[in-house]
């Protein structure tokens, strides 16, 4: 399994279960995934009863550590699920296996087999190392346990689709959606990471929804209710265009509007940008200007001066519908387009671009230049830190940024390496996210 590679450099030693701390009572999750913890041995006796008198699994697991993450995970599945048959007659068990934490290749005998060396007190650890680096969508502990059963409950429901579709992959148009949730566009990894990631209370893009039920119609299993990833916010109520112009105008910015939703839009945009920078000067002598396009699907941009590189101004389009904007950002996030749902994150995008070129024209007009000549392609790796951003961010380290900041500023955490990406591309004037509130 690709997602369940461990690295020998982070495999712990055996978890050590001869002190005398016994089991009592109910299991403490936060007590378990502790450093502090040691649970005994008799603790592993008490589960694997409970595993058969409640799920009729079958265990003979001695890893206290390892018995509480698989009986929470079966626990998780059938609440949700309301059936305590969901994993009868199913067998679990532990062996060596050479750099994975479970194997799937004993499930028409019923069986899911774990590493006997892997330290499953350190799995909490391991899950959000795997999160840092962009290969699983969430830190959630129990995340691989997920997977793991998950899996399981893949191939019980059509032993005959599981097996066709292991090794295969998503046609072409579906990869970027198989990419957005991992690191592959295989089908069957795809398919148990969905059901960790529903089972781990992420909320997914509706095209990633699609792409279960399209794969795995047969597999009518429930989920926890997820919540979307944007953070709640308090923005100034601006109630008219007077008091819009007003506000800009105090921060040196020169503006016509095609309406007044795009104006509030605009000035709510602001509003967060200028938060998270602390300097209400910054964009003092801004232009925004309406424009008429029919060339591209664009609906707003920074139009920089070829003439006078060091002059830039924002773009809006006044031929387009802004009345439908709200529902096609919605639209536009349930495809992985673009990060956001509220319509004010395309002018944070916009203004962002800003940013990047404000501090460094030359450079900005340059990295732009050599995407549009195409003497520049994001390389594969960049291609998939990206695309944990958006579709759209995967076209140019310059649009990744955009698209990067757009998502912060909605709200959204991302993995580590895509931080680092940021930083890494990012030439702009300097944002402060953490007073992003």
């Known amino acids: 399994m690709i997602l369940s590679i461990i690295p020998k450099s982070i495999l712990p030693q055996k978890i050590n279960t001869n002190k005398n701390i016994f089991f009592k009572g109910n299991i403490n999750k936060t007590e378990l995934l502790s450093d502090s913890y040691q649970p005994s041995a008799s603790s592993a006796q008490i589960i694997n009863e409970k595993l058969y008198q409640q799920y009729q699994i079958q265990s003979d697991i001695d890893d206290p550590a390892l018995l509480y993450q698989i009986y929470q995970t079966i626990k998780d599945y059938c609440e949700i699920n309301d059936s305590n048959d969901l994993f009868a007659g199913l067998k679990i068990r532990t062996d060596a296996i050479d750099d994975t934490i479970f194997e799937n290749r004993h499930f028409e005998e019923q069986t899911i087999t774990f590493n006997k060396n892997f330290n499953f007190k350190y799995l909490p650890k391991y899950t959000k190392k795997l ?23 893949l191939y019980k429901t059509n032993p005959k689709t599981y097996n066709e579709q292991t090794d295969k992959y998503v046609k072409p148009k579906d990869e970027y959606i198989s990419r957005f949730l991992t690191n592959t566009a295989r089908i069957d990894i795809f398919n148990k990471n969905y059901l960790a990631a529903k089972m781990s209370g992420v909320n997914l893009p509706d095209a990633a929804n699609y792409l279960f039920i399209k794969n795995r119609k047969d597999c009518e299993l429930k989920f926890p209710d997820g919540s979307l990833p944007f953070a709640q ?46 300097d209400d000067k910054i964009f003092k002598g801004l232009k925004i200007k309406p424009w008429q396009n029919n060339a591209t699907k664009l609906i707003a941009a920074l139009k920089v001066n070829n003439r006078n590189p060091k002059k830039a101004c924002i773009v809006i389009r006044t031929n387009y519908d802004w009345s439908k904007q709200a ?18 994150y395309i002018f944070v995008h916009e203004l962002a671009h800003y940013l990047d070129w404000k501090a460094n024209p030359k450079a900005f007009n340059e990295v732009g230049m050599s995407f549009q000549n195409k003497e520049r392609k994001m390389s594969d790796y960049e291609k998939m830190v990206a695309q944990k951003v958006s579709n759209y961010a995967t076209t140019s380290t310059i649009e990744f940024c955009a698209e990067y900041i757009a998502g912060k500023t909605a709200g959204i955490n991302y993995p580590t390496e895509t931080d680092e990406m940021f930083r890494k591309n990012w030439h702009g004037i300097k944002i402060n996210f953490s007073n992003n509130s």
């Open 327 to 344: 529902e096609k950002s919605k639209i536009d996030y349930n495809c992985c387009y673009h990060p956001y749902i509220n319509p004010r």
């Open 233 to 278: 916010k308090e923005i100034p109520v601006f109630k008219s265009m007077q008091e819009i112009k007003e506000y800009l105008k105090k921060l040196g910015i020169k503006a016509k509007f095609p309406n007044p939703e795009v104006a509030k839009y605009f000035a709510e945009a602001i509003y967060e940008i200028i938060k998270l920078i602390g």
């Open 131 to 153: 999160y840092e680096k962009g290969m699983i969508p969430t830190d959630n502990p129990l995340y691989i346990l997920y997977l793991a059963f998950g899996d399981y409950l």
